[in-house]
């Protein structure tokens, strides 16, 4: 089903409740991952929103857990985002994972998602994961 996003979309989200984390994942395709989207009048990539959304959901995560321990504990967002060629295939060209835990709450760090997940900022060859890095990504490993 193709939505404002296109194909891709939020698989699963699982509470591991011994691992104290909420995992998503997220699968997407080539044509995904090429597409700008608008949004609030300014262009950006699908990669470029789920980094937002995932770094929002964190803060949340972290806001709540100040009332709801001992009830419940998530410490964690554990996210994975696989890129496939396409749809209807099953050959994935990237699978990008990463987990946000608390640093910095309540002010979010001025680099962002990449303060709190470092592996983002030197995600390929030393470059941070945004969309154009991705594209850029994609086009050398699938031409």
Not at 3 to 11: A, D, I
Not at 106 to 129: D, F, V
Request: aromatic residues 10%; charged residues 25%.
């Amino acid at each position: 089903m193709r939505g404002f996003w296109g194909e891709g979309h939020l698989h699963s989200v699982i509470i591991d409740a011994k691992g104290n984390a909420i995992d998503l994942h997220y699968d997407l395709t080539r044509a995904d991952a090429e597409e700008e989207f608008s949004k609030d009048n300014v262009k950006l990539y699908l990669i470029d929103e789920i980094l937002h959304r995932t770094v929002k959901m964190h803060r949340e995560r972290t806001y709540c857990m100040r009332f709801l321990r001992p009830s419940i504990q998530i410490d964690f967002v554990n996210v994975k985002i696989n890129v496939f060629k396409s749809a209807r295939s099953a050959d994935k060209l990237f699978s990008i994972g990463y987990r946000l835990e608390d640093k910095g709450y309540p002010n979010l760090p001025e680099q962002g998602i990449y303060e709190i997940c470092p592996e983002l900022n030197s995600w390929r060859n030393g470059q941070p994961l945004n969309g154009t890095r991705l594209l850029a990504e994609i086009a050398v490993a699938n031409p």
